[in-house]
């Protein structure tokens, strides 16, 4: 048939055998150094085809095989026959379904850890065939990748939210950022940032308004080409996101290789988060390397109000999930937000306000290291907690499980709270504290506070400002209490 790959026709009686004995004289020709043998059979009892058919639909099932390391056979059957046939549905269709809509973008919202507002959203590709009924990516991605055509899915689905997003906007509905997932394959068939840049350009949406996803799969194209594309998407103006972090083997490498602007823990963290606390653990140190390395997190897969506690703990600065949205049509979108049910959409000016407040590290506040406290000092992890003033009122909005606990003690919060975006305290704001927060004007610049009295407590503590909101010009402090006063 060309190079290693021979055809056989030949009658169906003791086929196997014949197999058996073709493997075995195989296993010792050439001095034992020879490769297995892949075998498709296609029996015209299936069904009666041409010749080539025949043998095209033989090829199939060895090319299954592919990477075995013993000579195998397998037979054409009706499992093999359907998916040949959903691989050319596919194939034949995937132009029209574009053209009449039949692909389209479901969108699913990401809910930012310390407002609960809806900060971001993914684009994912549907296809809603006439025929066949809802087709999901899973089984239309691969086929597309296989037959050298995702990169136009992609792009496509870049113009429907490109367009999408105007139609919003000129609804004067608020607008995210929304983030479209690339293939690694996108970077060897087309130049898939420029691409991109140009179809941005052509459009009336602001560049920060469209990231990319990539797959940690890209670390098995050549690293340097990677890193030049993520370099050129960032010139351009995308972020640069890393999605399904943790679900592959290259995982550590790949944040000390390239670029990335915020990495998503694969949905496996979430699904094997009540398995074990080895995976609380996990989660919490690798939440913590990223923020150390100057990245955003998000948690994809959130199901449950355990895991959104843990993760706003923790730290993490974005969670994406059922428990908060499901992935939906535009359409459906404009029906919830027009009822005013729903999620509420933060505004895009606040963006670097939250984004401030989600990267500050709590599990090992930053203060100075150089100066010692006098008395009873706390050993292990300082409380430590970000609070929003907003004029006579304190909202907590991080925390970490120390702050929780002292908090709990003094009975500021309760444990239902917990858990919850902008915890607002039980009681009255102590107008000392509200008065040394407003002192701390400089931003980023530790405040040594010695004996402030807080509930019968005399404390010292560090504060300094992350933070100013400039649409509601609330400000956010970072509050470490270094120790409690006899
Ligand atoms: P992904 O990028 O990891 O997308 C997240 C997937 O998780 C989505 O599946 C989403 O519906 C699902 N999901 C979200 N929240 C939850 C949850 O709480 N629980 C569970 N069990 N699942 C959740 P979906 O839409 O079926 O997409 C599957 C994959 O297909 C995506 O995984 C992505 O890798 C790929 N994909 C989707 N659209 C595109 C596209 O336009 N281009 C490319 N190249 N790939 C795409
Ligand atoms: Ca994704
Ligand atoms: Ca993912």
């Given at each position: 048939m060309?190079?290693?790959?021979?055809?056989v026709f030949?009658?169906m009686?003791?086929?196997e055998?014949?197999?058996h004995?073709?493997?075995?004289?195989?296993?010792v020709?050439?001095?034992?150094?020879?490769?297995?043998?892949?075998?498709?059979?296609?029996?015209?009892?299936?069904?009666?085809?041409?010749?080539?058919?025949?043998?095209?639909?033989a090829?199939i099932?060895?090319?299954?095989?592919?990477?075995?390391?013993v000579?195998?056979?397998?037979?054409?059957d009706e499992?093999?026959?359907?998916?040949?046939?959903?691989?050319?549905?596919v194939?034949?269709?995937?132009?029209?379904?574009?053209?009449e809509?039949?692909?389209?973008?479901?969108?699913?919202?990401l809910i930012?850890?310390?407002?609960?507002?809806?900060c971001d959203?993914?684009a994912?590709a549907?296809?809603?065939?006439p025929?066949?009924?809802l087709?999901?990516?899973?089984?239309?991605?691969?086929?597309l990748e296989d037959?050298?055509?995702?990169?136009?899915l992609?792009?496509?689905i870049?113009e429907?939210?490109?367009?999408?997003?105007?139609d919003?906007?000129d609804?004067?509905?608020?607008?995210?950022?929304v983030?479209?997932?690339?293939?690694?394959?996108d970077?060897?068939?087309c130049?898939?940032?420029?691409e991109?840049a140009?179809?941005?350009?052509a459009?009336?949406?602001?560049?920060?308004?469209?990231?990319?996803e990539?797959?940690?799969s890209v670390s098995?194209?050549d690293?340097?080409?990677v890193?030049t594309q993520i370099?050129r998407f960032?010139?351009a103006?995308f972020q640069?996101?890393?999605?399904?972090?943790?679900?592959?083997?290259?995982?550590l490498?790949?944040l000390?290789?390239?670029?990335?602007?915020?990495i998503?823990?694969?949905m496996?963290?979430?699904r094997?988060?009540?398995?074990?606390k080895?995976?609380?653990v996990i989660i919490r140190?690798?939440?913590?390397?990223?923020t150390?390395l100057?990245?955003?997190?998000?948690?994809?897969?959130?199901e449950?109000?355990e895991?959104?506690?843990?993760?706003?703990?923790?730290?993490c600065?974005?969670?994406?999930?059922f428990?908060?949205a499901?992935?939906i049509p535009?359409?459906?979108?404009?029906?919830?937000?027009?009822?005013k049910?729903?999620n509420?959409?933060?505004?895009y000016?606040?963006?670097?306000?939250?984004?401030a407040?989600s990267?500050?590290n709590?599990v090992?506040p930053?203060?100075?290291?150089?100066?010692?406290?006098k008395?009873n000092?706390?050993?292990g992890q300082l409380p430590t907690?970000?609070l929003?003033?907003s004029?006579?009122?304190?909202?907590i909005m991080r925390y970490?499980?120390?702050?929780?606990?002292?908090l709990?003690?003094v009975n500021?919060?309760d444990?239902?709270?917990?858990?919850?975006e902008?915890?607002k305290?039980?009681?009255?704001?102590?107008?000392?504290?509200i008065?040394?927060?407003?002192?701390?004007s400089?931003?980023?610049?530790w405040?040594i506070?010695?004996?402030?009295?807080i509930?019968k407590?005399?404390m010292?503590?560090?504060?300094?400002k992350?933070s100013?909101?400039?649409?509601?010009g609330?400000e956010?402090?970072?509050?470490v209490?270094?120790?409690?006063n006899?």
């Open positions: 060309g190079q290693d790959h021979f055809a030949t009658d009686e003791s086929v055998d014949k197999l004995n073709i493997f075995e004289d195989i296993k020709a050439n001095e034992g150094k020879t490769l297995p043998v892949h075998v498709g059979i296609y029996s015209m009892a299936f069904e009666d085809v041409t010749a080539s058919s025949a043998c095209d639909r090829k099932v060895s090319d299954k095989e592919k990477g075995a390391y000579s195998k056979f397998a037979y054409y499992n093999t026959h359907a998916a040949a046939t959903h691989f050319e549905y194939i034949n269709n995937f132009e029209k379904a574009m053209a809509g039949w692909i389209r973008p479901y969108y699913q919202q930012r850890s310390v407002n609960g507002l809806v959203e993914e994912l549907r296809w809603i065939d025929v066949r009924g087709i999901p990516p899973d089984h239309f991605i691969y086929v037959a050298k055509l995702i990169h136009k992609d792009l496509f870049l429907c939210v490109l367009r999408d997003l105007e919003v906007r609804k004067d509905y608020p607008i995210v950022p983030s479209i997932n690339l293939s690694k394959y970077f060897e068939l130049d898939i940032v420029e991109i140009k179809r941005v350009k459009s009336t949406i602001p560049t920060n308004f469209i990231t990319i990539i797959t940690e098995s194209l690293s340097d080409f890193a370099r960032h010139e103006g640069v996101w890393m999605d399904d972090f943790g679900s592959g083997y290259s995982s490498n790949i000390q290789k390239f670029d990335f602007d915020l998503k823990f694969d496996k963290f979430m094997e988060f009540d398995l074990s080895k995976n609380h140190e690798l939440i913590q390397m990223a150390k100057g990245l955003d997190t998000v948690a994809e897969g959130v449950t109000i895991q959104v506690k843990f993760l706003r703990e923790v730290g600065s974005k969670l994406q999930g428990y908060f499901k992935p535009l359409d459906e979108w404009y029906a919830i937000y027009g009822a049910v729903g509420k959409i933060e505004n000016e606040e963006n670097d306000y939250y984004a407040v990267r500050t709590m090992e930053l203060v100075n290291k150089d100066y010692t406290w008395a000092e706390f050993f907690g970000i929003e003033v004029g006579k009122d304190i909202y970490n499980r120390t702050m929780a606990d002292f709990l003690r500021y919060i444990e239902v709270d917990l858990g919850h902008l915890i305290q039980k009681q009255t704001p102590i107008e000392e504290l008065q040394v927060l407003n002192s701390c400089t931003y980023n610049k405040e506070i010695e004996n402030i009295v509930d407590l005399n010292n503590l560090f504060i300094r992350i100013t909101n400039p649409v509601t609330n956010a402090f970072e509050l209490i270094v120790s409690i006899d």
